[in-house]
């Protein structure tokens, strides 16, 4: 499980798709800017974007290194789950996360 507020980005990005359950705060912007510096992914981010939205949907966020906000990579199911009381109750990752585990 891994919880994501702030910029989550290139190798960050691809190190969040290799958890299971993904939840960001409102605030987390998401984007693959390696084309922006003319490399490439190197976790196997590609495969597990188009494994969770599609292999066109991966293509686009592959190739034009924009960055897209939380609720667009929920809508797009690549994170499960976009959390918006983490930043207002000034909660942590694990804090805010901890709703989802079970003892």
Same mark, same amino acid.
Do not use: K
């Given at each position: 499980?891994? =919880? /994501?507020? #702030?910029?989550?980005?290139? =190798?960050? $990005? &691809?190190?969040?798709?290799?958890?299971? @359950?993904?939840?960001? #705060? &409102? *605030?987390?912007?998401?984007?693959? /800017?390696?084309?922006?510096?003319?490399?490439?992914? $190197?976790?196997?981010?590609?495969?597990?974007?188009?494994?969770?939205?599609? !292999? %066109?949907?991966?293509?686009?966020? @592959?190739?034009? #290194?924009? +960055?897209?906000? %939380?609720?667009?990579?929920?809508?797009? +199911? @690549? @994170? +499960?789950? /976009?959390? *918006?009381?983490?930043? &207002?109750? +000034?909660? *942590?990752? !694990? &804090?805010?996360? *901890?709703?989802?585990?079970? !003892?």
């Amino acid at each position: 499980m891994v =919880a /994501v507020q #702030g910029h989550c980005l290139a =190798a960050g $990005l &691809e190190l969040a798709l290799l958890a299971d @359950i993904v939840v960001a #705060g &409102e *605030s987390a912007r998401f984007a693959q /800017v390696e084309r922006r510096i003319g490399t490439t992914t $190197l976790l196997g981010g590609a495969q597990r974007l188009a494994e969770r939205a599609g !292999p %066109a949907r991966a293509r686009q966020i @592959i190739f034009d #290194g924009d +960055n897209y906000t %939380a609720q667009q990579f929920a809508d797009w +199911n @690549i @994170i +499960n789950h /976009v959390h *918006s009381g983490c930043v &207002e109750r +000034n909660q *942590s990752g !694990p &804090e805010c996360v *901890s709703g989802y585990c079970r !003892p």
